[in-house]
């Protein structure tokens, strides 16, 4: 069943059909075990950061961490997604053009995500820097020329544009860069961790409405099942929370007898 989802998944994302029968509810299967993925605590973060080999590699690792973003959604943002004076990021549909490939988002929704100062930052220094005539925030140059070769390909041939042609070789820098800093995770680690990373970090804070529509679900049990992990940050909180109101009713029961002694 779960197979069948994705093949038919593909087979919507390619225009072959129009709805995916495999994902009703009815049609799920039993839960299957998942490997615990690694929580990178912000110290860590700014170590993977510096490690990084250029201002590019340090922007794209502050949108996964900072703002979520799935890795085709990073690497086809371009400049016109970022609202400088407002700190803010936008996901949307892209319009194919003659040197511009089309981007469908996953869920089909438009969604802005606050950007935090240090992103803006990052951003902001690497649009000076940036090559001109590049209108991908996180492509080179030649990877930009690779990507339109290939988009002409694609029109030629009449076949479906994925979105996954925009990347390469990210992987293996990212574990480059992970060596490199120092990090040694503890279960599975991924540019995609980051995201979670930073959907955890969220779950913390805000609530899971909030945390669903920055993430981009579709379903708020999505964001409910894959963002409730419990760490030591969690327990060390749980016990000052405990320990609060323990040290909160005996003052108030100091206060009831010393006005009584009175």
Not at 243 to 254: A, E, F, I
Request: hydrophobic fraction near 35%.
């Amino acid at each position: 069943k779960r197979h069948c989802k994705t093949f038919f998944a593909a087979a919507v994302e390619s225009g072959y059909i129009q709805s995916n029968p495999f994902k009703a509810k009815a049609l799920k299967g039993k839960k299957l075990a998942t490997r615990r993925w690694y929580r990178m605590p912000p110290s860590e973060y700014h170590a993977l950061v510096e490690a990084a080999s250029s201002l590019r590699e340090k922007v794209a690792y502050a949108i996964f961490y900072t703002a979520g973003l799935r890795m085709h959604e990073a690497f086809n943002l371009t400049w016109d997604c970022i609202d400088f004076q407002k700190s803010l990021l936008y996901v949307m549909n892209r319009d194919a053009t003659e040197n511009i490939p089309p981007f469908s988002i996953k869920d089909h929704e438009q969604r802005r995500i606050p950007l935090p100062t240090h992103t803006v930052d990052l951003l902001t220094q690497w649009h000076t820097e940036a090559p001109e005539s590049v209108p991908f925030i996180l492509l080179t140059r030649e990877r930009y020329e690779r990507v339109k070769e290939k988009w002409q390909k694609i029109q030629e041939s009449r076949l479906p544009w994925k979105n996954r042609y925009m990347i390469n070789n990210v992987l293996r820098n990212f574990r480059n860069h992970v060596k490199r800093a120092g990090v040694q995770p503890i279960g599975k680690f991924t540019i995609h961790t980051l995201r979670k990373c930073c959907g955890q970090n969220w779950a913390d804070n805000l609530p899971m409405n909030v945390v669903k529509e920055f993430l981009g679900h579709s379903d708020i049990s999505t964001t409910a099942e894959f963002y409730n992990i419990v760490d030591r940050q969690h327990e060390k909180k749980a016990a000052e929370v405990v320990q609060g109101l323990l040290d909160g009713n005996k003052s108030d029961v100091q206060m009831t007898y010393e006005g009584n002694l009175a």
